[in-house]
């Protein structure tokens, strides 16, 4: 029998725009003789869920329910398909969890971890696994930026501690060099701002997941900026500003390393469903940094992880089949 999976979209931040891509994605490649899709549309106006006729069916929050002229609707499991908040910092996951609902992707706890910056990179660095170093400014505290930012290293990136798609983002040279404007941007998106030293070196992004208890890694991507973007920000990401490859063309030494790295980071931070981690590959001291740990990968057709699941020889549908099983 057809198991009823909700596939939840939307969100309340800027990142709903890739929300929404996403979930163009996974709507299509879910398999229809498995399972009866139904996308659900979280946004400040309401939960809905809209009919092949145009109707709008708001969703019963008490047990996350629809009702369909007289048939109720329960599911027996949740793909999350929402990128920022409430779909990728936990709050959807404790709601899920208080009505025994199982979804795809991290619980909770890990869920707020890792999509607070400096809290994921203090605990990858307190386990061992190379990160740049950093400070936070807080929103509407006393201190001074001069102050905070004195032990680090010119070039930075500034961007909100709390966010994904790299809204808001900057690339600063220099103390002199937009810094205030760059982190009043970084605020706009959020009320922590997280400064953090630039490590040189190759940008190598890994999607990992796991399946009847083992944790896999897809192929490495390598991604390069254009020449006249300084950064992967979010035009290079979804406006075709950069240059991905996959599989990345690397010496297996340090693939290995990368994908060792991997495995570690989604042990240490308890991931489940599918993640995909950045790394910066740093030649001089021969160790992958761990940037971040984005708990609802992109799945749009401009997406890595999409890439990296055709690279291996899957297609999504039996890719999202594995998903939605080690959830249930």
């Not at 009823?4 to 939307?10: D, P, R």
């Not at 999509?115 to 061992?128: L, M």
């Not at 190379?130 to 102050?147: C, E, M, N, P």
């Amino acid at each position: 029998m057809k198991k009823n999976i909700a596939l939840v979209t939307g969100g309340f931040s800027g990142e709903a725009v890739i929300s929404y891509k996403s979930a163009v994605t996974i709507d299509i490649n879910l398999d229809r003789n498995l399972f009866n899709v139904y996308k659900i549309d979280i946004n400040p106006q309401g939960w809905f869920y809209e009919l092949s006729d145009g109707r709008k069916l708001e969703v019963d929050k008490n047990d996350f329910s629809l009702q369909i002229d007289n048939q109720k609707i329960n599911f027996e499991a949740v793909f999350i398909g929402m990128h920022g908040t409430p779909g990728e910092d936990g709050k959807l996951q404790g709601y899920f969890d208080t009505l025994k609902i199982p979804y795809t992707g991290c619980n909770a706890a890990t869920s707020a971890l890792t999509f607070n910056k400096r809290y994921a990179t203090a605990i990858a660095g307190t386990s061992g696994i190379a990160v740049a170093k950093s400070v936070i400014l807080i929103k509407d505290t006393v201190g001074s930026i001069d102050d905070v930012i004195y032990n680090l290293k010119f070039p930075v990136f500034i961007k909100p501690n709390n966010g994904g798609s790299s809204i808001g983002m900057s690339k600063v040279i220099s103390p002199t060099d937009g810094l205030e404007a760059a982190i009043e941007k970084a605020f706009k998106e959020d009320d922590q701002v997280l400064i953090e030293e630039m490590i040189t070196g190759r940008e190598f992004t890994v999607g990992v997941f796991k399946s009847q208890g083992n944790i896999i890694v897809l192929p490495l991507t390598e991604v390069k900026a254009d020449a006249d973007m300084s950064f992967f920000d979010f035009e290079a990401k979804y406006q075709g500003k950069s240059t991905e490859t996959t599989p990345a063309i690397v010496d297996e030494i340090i693939a290995d390393k990368v994908r060792e790295t991997a495995k570690k980071v989604y042990s240490v931070f308890n991931c489940k469903g599918v993640v995909r981690i950045d790394f910066i590959y740093n030649e001089e001291t021969g160790k992958p940094y761990m940037l971040e740990v984005n708990t609802i990968p992109g799945q749009s057709e401009a997406s890595i992880v999409p890439q990296q699941v055709k690279a291996m020889g899957w297609s999504l549908k039996e890719f999202y089949t594995k998903l939605v099983q080690e959830a249930l």
